[in-house]
Nanobody, 118 residues
Framework: QVQLVESGGGLVQPGGSLRLTCVAS????????MGWYRQAPGKQRELVAV???????NYAGSVKGRFTISRDNAKNTVYLQMNNLKPDDTAVYYC??????WGRGDYWGQGTQVTVSS
């Protein structure tokens, strides 16, 4: 079992920055692919960024060049640095730990709200 706790969301003006943090409990954090997803009102949940156990990263086209995902395995933590935020980035952001490649489960956090507005 893995429990994920996100933090760092809030209200920010367009052009501003936020850093989201997701802390995982449990063991073997390093084998999990970690991802950030978001869901805006009335829309489906979408991938924002993922980082593999080997630290390969992938981003949605809409955030490429503005967001950076990173992980610290010693702290069981994954980060999402968000720069140059836009109103369209407003959503609930969820952390995901995907261990299915290793026969483990797929786990989600409770989400953190990010609102970009002037």
């Amino acid at each position: 079992q893995v429990q994920l706790v996100e933090s760092g969301g809030g209200l920010v003006q367009p052009g501003g920055s936020l850093r989201l943090t997701c802390v995982a409990s449990g063991s073997s954090f390093s084998i999990y692919a970690m991802g950030w997803y978001r869901q805006a009102p009335g829309k489906q949940r979408e991938l924002v960024a993922v980082i593999s156990s080997g630290r390969t990263t992938n981003y949605a086209g809409s955030v490429k060049g503005r967001f950076t995902i990173s992980r610290d395995n010693a702290k069981n933590t994954v980060y999402l640095q968000m720069n140059n935020l836009k109103p369209d980035d407003t959503a609930v952001y969820y952390c995901d730990a995907d261990g299915t490649a290793w026969g483990r489960g797929d786990y989600w956090g409770q989400g953190t709200q990010v609102t970009v507005s002037s």
